[in-house]
């Protein structure tokens, strides 16, 4: 049987008085809590932490009658604490845990005969009602529903786009600096020193998307081990992301520009200043990266750096290659959301499972964009819940808008090209949310994300009289 969250109000006896809400793991099978304070009676705690009421001759039942109590977490059975404490006369029952809040679980039928409410609470939570209200408090307890949108899905939907907009933009100004430098023979070999970018060509895709899904079945096996080597490679990669990004940044900056020798090379010292900076960035992540509170925001920086980064440096040829990657990625976000759930067997979806920690993982994958949810509701007393975004969500359908970006450049299009497909990644975005919202379980964002852009694509392409060429790319790509 699965425990419900529900929300222990309490309020002192001071002037003004003093209120706070506590987390309680409660069973709807057992009991129905009002979904509004407004319902909710109130009744005098008792504290009796000092028992764990598994004998009736524990504690007195004239402190018990008319009152919600507390009591710890002992070695008998919920059933037999809430039938002492009724007979008691109590109006409530609290179990105090020292260990983490697990579900009410025992046979229904033994509860039939038992009205008084049974909730779970921290320990730790207890303590801090009396050093927060003081020793006369009042609490009820009522569980409201979970709200239908959450705006965390706004703040993603903002930094999904942005991500999405600026690599693409990135993307066609390399393109651009490339065209440049194709025109002077001088600049032509500077600029091919430099050059870091990855092209990808239909077998190398096929390749990728093989790996991909090796990739993920190992870490539905072998999670336990496997997510410190993505850690690992995370920060190694983010660090050097966020360096590409900024370096990008201030070599747009004309001061501090001062220069040391080393190796027979020259390199600016800011630069090495913003490297050890990168290194620290990614360092702390890795070191406080279960802090929940504010390690998000670190992680999301640095899943944005590596985004932007990969969606810069890996050149897609052309609109085939697009294709190929974006609709077999397409098949394998459904397959493994979708269709996996029927093969694994606890039914659950492989691509969620390692998403979220398969088996109750405390480590999780460094590969989502977070952000915790901003309406309040029991969750976030009991354990602050996120909104989740992969990577692959944004650097997949980003390559396509680059590419977009790129041909822009090449035949002078206007950005036609990069504008409509971001557009059609947004509205893909909107169309997740909502879909999200109405079937209330993990989507695969790439079942959206995918039509909406390749579609819009070919029908600009189609519009504009381009197609052959926005399908085989220019001759420069080629």
């Not at 994300?449 to 052959?468: D, F, G, N, Q």
Request: charged share 15%; hydrophobic share 50%.
């Amino acid at each position: 049987v699965t425990a419900d969250e529900g929300i222990l109000h309490a309020y002192g006896n001071g002037v003004p008085p003093v209120a706070k809400d506590y987390c309680i793991i409660y069973n709807s099978n057992w009991i129905s809590l009002p979904k509004s304070l407004d319902n909710a009676t109130f009744r005098t705690l008792e504290n009796l932490t000092s028992t764990v009421l598994c004998n009736s001759s524990e504690v007195p039942s004239a402190l018990m009658k008319d009152k919600a109590v507390v009591v710890m977490r002992g070695n008998c059975t919920f059933l037999e604490k809430a039938r002492i404490a009724e007979n008691s006369g109590a109006k409530m029952l609290l179990i105090a845990s020292k260990s983490r809040l697990s579900p009410l679980a025992d046979n229904k039928t033994d509860f039939e005969d038992v009205t008084l409410p049974v909730a779970l609470i921290r320990y730790s939570d207890i303590v801090d009602m009396q050093l927060t209200l003081g020793n006369e408090v009042n609490v009820t307890l009522y569980s409201p529903p979970l709200p239908e949108f959450d705006y965390s899905m706004v703040v993603i939907f903002l930094i999904a786009v942005f991500t999405v907009a600026l690599g693409g933009y990135w993307s066609g100004v390399a393109e651009l600096e490339n065209l440049k430098a194709m025109a002077s023979p001088g600049e032509r070999e500077t600029r091919r020193k430099k050059e870091e970018n990855v092209t990808f060509t239909p077998v190398t895709v096929i390749l990728f998307v093989v790996i991909c899904c090796v990739m993920l079945v190992l870490l539905y096996f072998f999670y336990k081990w496997l997510v410190y080597v993505i850690i690992s490679v995370f920060c190694l990669a983010s660090a050097m992301s966020l360096y590409n990004c900024l370096a990008a940044l201030i070599a747009e900056v004309p001061f501090g520009q001062c220069r040391i020798a080393c190796c027979n090379k020259t390199i600016e010292v800011r630069l090495i200043f913003l490297a050890v900076f990168c290194i620290a960035a990614a360092v702390v992540w890795a070191v406080f990266r279960n802090e929940d509170r504010w390690a998000w925001i670190l992680q999301d920086i640095l899943g944005v750096a590596f985004c932007l980064n990969f969606i810069k440096t890996l050149k897609m040829p052309n609109f085939k290659s697009c294709v190929i990657l974006l609709g077999l990625l397409l098949l394998y976000d459904v397959f493994f959301v979708f269709i996996t759930p029927f093969i694994t067997k606890n039914g659950a979806s492989i691509m969620v499972e390692v998403a979220a920690g398969p088996f109750g993982n405390s480590e999780k994958l460094p590969v989502v964009i977070r952000v915790p949810r901003l309406e309040y509701s029991a969750s976030m007393l009991c354990d602050m819940p996120f909104s989740l975004l992969g990577f692959g969500d944004i650097i997949v359908p980003g390559l396509l808008v680059a590419y977009c970006r790129r041909f822009d450049v090449q035949t002078g299009s206007s950005s036609v090209y990069y504008i409509s497909c971001t557009i059609a990644y947004a509205v893909g975005m909107v169309l997740t949310f909502i879909v999200l919202a109405l079937m209330k379980m993990g989507q695969p964002a790439l079942l959206y994300l995918v039509p909406c852009t390749l579609i819009t694509s070919s029908l600009v392409a189609w519009r504009r009289k381009e197609m052959k060429k926005f399908w085989k790319g220019s001759s420069y790509q080629v």
